[in-house]
Antibody
Framework: EVQLAESGGGLIQPGGSLRLSCAAS????????MAWVRHTPGKGLEWLSS????????YSAGSVKGRFIISRDSSKSTVYLQLNSLRADDTAVYFC?????????????WGQGTLVTVSS | VLTQSPGTLSLSPGEGATLSCRAS???????LAWYQQKPGQAPRLLIY???SRATGIPDRFSGSGSGTDFTLTISRLEPEDFAVYYC?????????FGQGTKVEIK
């Protein structure tokens, strides 16, 4: 059974940093692209960043480029999102998602999300 | 940029629903997906490549369209279909989502 489990969220002060983790199981991790998407009640879903199956190519939304960094560790079947210089409007539920085998940029499995709250 | 309409659709179970997603530029290779999200849950993939149903998705869900105009149709609403629906362009950067259409019970 495919499972994605996010962790690392919490309350952080503006300007701070967090590293989110997404542990994958139930599939061959190296065959799939992975992505991070966040959700806020006001804006809905926002695509943040994705990484190709081998980790060679990464892509990020302009709104977070330079602040959020995606990475993956194949030995641990885990994808990470490093969040830096956090702002109040980064408050959201952060989801990791798996790219499907047929279409790597279509997300067929999602984790349950981890809440990040940026507040002083 | 993807613009979804209407913002909210108020319908009764058994009725049909038509959701629209319009792109500001032509979508490369019809690389448009639809996701369903319920409160407190992760999104669920419904449609990809504008009209291909994802594994396990009932055939009351169908997608259509090309270029800049896309539609998600739910033929007969079941109680579990009341949710927020997002379109997503994945063919080129930025891989944006639309702002969502909420389908609520009338």
């Amino acid at each position: 059974e495919v499972q994605l489990a996010e962790s690392g969220g919490g309350l952080i002060q503006p300007g701070g940093s967090l590293r989110l983790s997404c542990a994958a199981s139930g599939f061959t991790f190296d065959r799939h692209a992975m992505a991070w998407v966040r959700h806020t009640p006001g804006k809905g879903l926002e695509w943040l960043s994705s990484m190709s199956p081998g980790g060679v190519n990464t892509y990020s939304a302009g709104s977070v480029k330079g602040r959020f960094i995606i990475s993956r560790d194949s030995s641990k079947s885990t994808v990470y999102l490093q969040l830096n210089s956090l702002r109040a409007d980064d408050t959201a539920v952060y989801f990791c998602a798996r790219g499907s085998e047929k279409r790597q940029l279509v997300y067929d499995f999602w984790g349950q999300g981890t809440l990040v709250t940026v507040s002083s | 940029v993807l613009t979804q309409s209407p913002g909210t659709l108020s319908l009764s179970p058994g009725e049909g629903a038509t959701l629209s997603c319009r792109a500001s530029q032509s979508v490369y290779s019809n690389s448009l997906a639809w996701y369903q999200q319920k409160p407190g849950q992760a999104p669920r993939l419904l449609i990809y490549d504008a009209s291909s149903r994802a594994t396990g998705i009932p055939d009351r869900f169908s997608g259509s369209g090309s270029g800049t105009d896309f539609t998600l149709t739910i033929s007969r609403l079941e109680p579990e279909d009341f949710a927020v629906y997002y379109c997503h362009h994945y063919g080129s950067l930025p891989r944006a989502f639309g702002q969502g259409t909420k389908v609520e019970i009338k």
